[in-house]
């Protein structure tokens, strides 16, 4: 006797919809409309003859029997992304935060193309979680404030460095010798995706009892950084974000630069460690970040 078919569209749209406890935020993931959604999670209730989600006015939740549906439903989906991967291999995606991006990357990038002409990277911009197989992720530049997920493997690069930054004729109106003087005499600059970065470094130069946060906080490191270059005070970097443009002498650190807690690592898809093009891309971020080919 044939197996019955699987209504395939069906059962990806209730995964969504259990994963991402909206009908809308499926919908919006898929592709579809949200009537079709909810069509897609009815007809699959009525063929098992059991509720899957609890409707509730502003968001759904998977019942018991939805919860375990979806999770061997994820599971599945994950292989057959990974299968077509191994099978049919398309263009290699890095993924790293926007400043990374802007400031470390794509200035490199120029010079792994012409020594790499073959090869077809992609760029993803994101700085926290990510689904290798769901997102189609290659490799991952990552602070290690955030966990690899079990489909990728994650290699510690270098550790990190901070130091207070700022335009260099800023530097000149605000002398500024040592921490102290940096709390009495600077406007200390911020970013939200790091709230706790001037406290941090506090406790990397061995004071962890100075009283030190920013007097401005911008949404992103490169916003922050930007206003540094402008002027506006000192911003807590990372050394690898700002070491091109001291090295061009648009900024400068007069406090230099210390140990942080935090890692550089990279992350690389386990589904995908036996592609050419996956470890060409992983040596030679390995080599521009370190300064070691193995």
Same mark, same amino acid.
């Given at each position: ?40 999670? $009815?007809?699959?209730? *009525?063929?098992?003859?059991?509720? !899957? +989600?609890? =409707? ?5 939740? @998977? #019942? ?107 530097? $000149?109106?605000?002398? *500024?010798?040592?921490?102290?003087? !940096? +709390?009495? =005499? ?5 970013? @939200? #995706? ?101």
């Amino acid at each position: 006797m044939p197996k019955p078919r699987l209504p395939l569209n069906a059962l990806r749209a209730f995964e969504a919809v259990a994963r991402l406890g909206s009908m809308s935020a499926a919908a919006a993931e898929l592709g579809v409309t949200h009537g079709a959604v909810s069509r897609h999670v $009815r007809a699959l209730e *009525a063929q098992f003859g059991l509720p !899957l +989600v609890e =409707r509730g006015p502003r968001a759904v939740a @998977a #019942t018991p029997e939805g919860a375990r549906l979806a999770a061997e439903l994820a599971e599945s989906f994950e292989r057959m992304h990974a299968a077509v991967a191994r099978v049919q291999p398309g263009p290699l995606t890095l993924s790293c935060s926007a400043t990374v991006m802007m400031r470390w990357l794509i200035p490199r990038l120029e010079t792994f193309k012409r020594e790499n002409p073959a090869i077809e990277l992609r760029l993803n911009i994101n700085y926290g979680d990510v689904d290798f197989i769901r997102d189609e992720i290659g490799v991952a530049i990552r602070n290690s404030m955030y966990r690899a997920p079990p489909s990728a493997a994650a290699e510690t690069l270098i550790r990190e460095e901070i130091g207070p930054v700022c335009h260099p004729d800023y530097a $000149r109106r605000v002398t *500024a010798g040592g921490p102290d003087d !940096l +709390v009495a =005499r600077a406007r200390l600059l911020g970013t @939200a #995706t790091r709230p706790e970065a001037w406290t941090e470094w506090a406790r990397a130069i061995g004071r962890p009892e100075l009283a030190i946060g920013p007097d401005e906080v911008f949404g992103h490191f490169y916003l922050v950084i930007q206003a540094a270059s402008c002027g506006l005070g000192f911003a807590l970097a990372p050394r690898l974000l700002v070491e091109d443009e001291i090295a061009a002498g648009h900024l400068v650190a007069p406090l230099g630069f210390a140990a942080g807690p935090h890692e550089i690592q990279l992350w690389t898809a386990e589904h995908l460690r036996h592609r050419p093009d996956l470890r060409i891309v992983v040596a030679w971020l390995r080599r521009e970040m370190t300064g070691r080919a193995a």
